[in-house]
């Protein structure tokens, strides 16, 4: 997608289980669906008039939801065939939304605690313990590959596990000081956090697996690969990076956005890596020449640029 200026800059994206569809959620409260084969628009919306700030496709493709910053909060949209506004229940302004597997989705509202909307609409509030005496509001949600458990980020670094079923239960699961974004490996064995140019891995029970600094600043969010192999970070800086997912050591260093890049997601099948960006640019990355060996790829470059690096370098 093309760039564009800062008041068109893309808030979220979601790739949606096909493979075949993402939801770009934008700052001037747009909200496009497109078809990653080619760019086409699939679906143009324009639902608010500021920021929709994450967009979240349910395991089946059949239905999205995406979090406003103004207006009701909570916009949904069937998704199966045509596109067409749901009705949603009044939640004020919202961070996050993810959908469950039962049909349930969890909000994470800009005030405190979290609201839980049953599939019939009912919404019930889930308020953790306060921290040091101050209640909490939520930085992040994530869901697991078949979303039936999540987990959600609070603002002073505590991880909340969701389980889905008839009745969504709650519970505090670990703290990570300064935890920002999280991600659920496609097994559930796995949590990966990110902070303040910081990744740690924690165990599906919470126990600390791994941490590292990662070369870069603050992230705004973090995603496994489909194959558990790899983590992709999106930095303040416009940086998105590539790690490995077991040793968390550095694998690429993906430059191409001007601004934050405020989204990665990995396609289903492990084909490459989207990012979108606050300078209102999404990018895909091919990802098979993260194990293409260096002596080929250079034999691919030589041929594409019809001549040797030597030369190409002027020496």
């Known amino acids: 997608m093309p760039g564009g200026d800062r008041d068109h800059g893309l808030a979220s994206a979601a790739v949606a289980g096909d493979g075949e569809r993402l939801a770009v959620a934008r700052a001037d409260g747009t909200l496009l669906v497109v078809r990653i084969s080619d760019g086409a628009v699939l679906f143009r919306d324009h639902p608010a008039d500021h920021v929709l700030k994450f967009a979240a496709w349910s395991s089946d493709g059949a239905r999205l939801a995406i979090a406003s910053t103004t207006g009701t909060g909570l916009i949904e949209y069937a998704a199966a065939g045509a596109f067409a506004r749901l009705p949603s229940p009044e939640l004020g302004a919202l961070r996050r939304v993810v959908a469950l597997h039962s049909g349930a989705r969890i909000a994470a509202p800009y005030a405190i605690g979290l609201h839980i909307i049953s599939a019939q609409g009912t919404v ?146 492990g084909r490459w890596l989207a990012t979108a960006s606050w300078d209102g640019s999404a990018r895909l990355w091919d990802l098979p020449t993260l194990t293409t060996p260096a002596a080929t790829l250079l034999t691919q470059a030589e041929a594409r640029w019809g001549l040797e690096l030597e030369r190409a370098l002027g020496r």
Request: glycine residues 12%; charged residues 20%; hydrophobic residues 45%.
């Open 124 to 269: 019930l509030p889930y308020a953790p313990t306060p921290v040091a005496g101050e209640a909490q509001s939520f930085r992040d949600l994530a869901v697991s590959a078949g979303q039936r458990y999540g987990v959600a980020v609070d603002a002073a670094g505590g991880f909340h596990r969701i389980d889905d079923g008839a009745n969504v239960a709650i519970r505090p699961l670990a703290s990570v000081p300064g935890a920002e974004v999280a991600d659920i490996s496609r097994d559930g064995a796995r949590i990966a956090v990110g902070s303040e140019g910081r990744i740690a891995l924690l165990a599906g029970d919470g126990r600390p697996l791994a941490a590292a600094a990662t070369g870069g600043d603050r992230i705004h969010d973090v995603a496994f690969s489909p194959d558990g192999r790899w983590l992709a970070l999106g930095e303040l800086s416009g940086t998105a990076r590539i790690l490995d997912a077991t040793t968390l050591q550095l694998r690429a260093v993906l430059a191409g956005h001007a601004r934050r890049v405020s989204a990665v997601a990995f396609d289903p099948a």
